[in-house]
């Protein structure tokens, strides 16, 4: 499977004015769109009933719904912002390529699973269309946040696999306040304050958000299409990590053989993948995840990796606040969150 990478030489998607017309075109557009004042920018923006962090990302968004078009053999890794991204992104990077690398010397070692699994929203900033054939050969791992209403048809066409993965929404109000605090702290516009964070999440204006309408999107999409689409919970893959990496594994089109399971394969990758493993390597700590031009710290997208540290800094209203909040959304969907572990 071949990667994107910092080395790889872009292609031009459009001659140069042809992309400034298009960045005009964008503008154009979210200049009319809702605004709310954003968590660590100063503005976010409503677009097709979803908020998004800033003008430049919201290009990005738009260049996807139109560009992206994926084959049938290619996997489509979604998430909300601050589910488990990271992790799963080592983890069907590892499943895939198994075969080819042994993980005393696996690239997961080296290189940010960011580098190694292409952000889709990224490539308008890069000029390197979906995908490249010369460059890329099938089969693909590719990653968005895009809600499920906003995947273009031709996604939808392609008829590629999708794998959805989602956290409870109190450990990700907190992991996405700390991050987007952290990935923003030379940005001198003061961000807003923990409390003043929390009551945009509630009212659905986060990154991405609503949160409810994120996950419900690829819920019914999973039950209506369960061939297509894979709902995993991060909560249950701590629980039961060798079940669900097996679940995973079937899903993608990589079922582990019994010789393979006796061999111990499926330990091996989630030790591999594990947050203190990936956490502790050099590359995450003071690596930069580089794409391109993008360049970004590897050390944010490192926290705590926890189950339940939402405990840490809700207060029991807060708390009850979110839970009552989630009731409501998701009444009569038979969709619930395990938010903490049991001993």
């Known amino acids: 499977m071949a990667t994107v990478s910092s080395s790889q030489k872009p292609l ?16 154009e557009i979210i200049s009319t769109l809702p605004k709310e004042k954003g968590w660590t920018t100063e503005h976010m923006y409503q677009y097709q009933g979803f908020w998004y962090h800033s003008v430049v990302g919201l290009q990005g968004i738009m260049w996807v719904e139109e560009h992206f078009k994926p084959r049938h053999e290619d996997l489509l890794l979604v998430s909300a912002p601050k589910s488990g991204t990271t992790w799963f992104k080592s983890l ?23 580098e190694l699994v292409p952000f889709s ?11 490249n054939p010369d460059t890329l050969s099938p089969p693909q791992i590719f990653h968005t946040h895009l809600p499920f209403t906003s995947l273009s048809q031709s996604v939808l066409d392609s008829r590629c696999r999708i794998v959805y993965v989602c956290r409870n ?26 409390e003043e964070a929390f009551e945009q999440f509630c009212k659905g204006v986060s990154v991405y958000g609503p949160f409810w309408d994120h996950v419900l999107g690829y819920w019914k999409a999973s ?12 909560e249950d893959m701590k629980v039961d990590s060798s079940f669900h990496l097996k679940r995973l594994a079937e899903f993608m089109g990589y079922p582990f053989s019994l010789e393979e399971e006796k061999q111990g394969l ?19 700590k003071t690596g930069r995840f580089r794409v ?18 939402w405990k840490n800094h809700l207060t029991a209203e807060m708390a009850e606040r979110l839970d009552r909040i989630t009731g409501q959304k998701l009444n009569g969907y038979d969709l619930r969150f395990m938010d903490t572990l049991e001993k």
Request: hydrophobic fraction near 30%; glycine fraction near 4%.
């Open 12 to 27: 031009d998607v459009e001659e140069d004015d042809g992309k400034e017309r298009t960045c005009k075109r964008y503008s």
């Open 92 to 114: 069907m990077f590892a499943i895939m390529n198994r075969g080819q690398y042994d993980c005393s010397t696996h690239p997961l070692l080296t290189s940010s699973p960011h």
């Open 121 to 131: 929203e990224i490539f308008f900033h890069l000029n390197i269309p979906f995908p």
């Open 169 to 194: 929404p109190k450990d990700t109000f907190v992991s996405l306040f700390y991050f987007l605090q952290k990935k923003e702290e030379e940005n001198p516009r003061e961000p807003l304050s923990f």
């Open 223 to 234: 039950l209506e299409w369960p061939e297509r689409v894979l709902f995993l919970k991060y």
């Open 266 to 284: 499926v330990k091996e990758i989630l030790k591999l993948c594990s947050f203190e493993n990936q956490s502790n390597l050099r590359v995450s």
């Open 292 to 309: 391109g031009h993008i360049s970004m710290e590897n050390n944010p997208f490192f926290r705590k990796g926890e189950v339940g540290d």
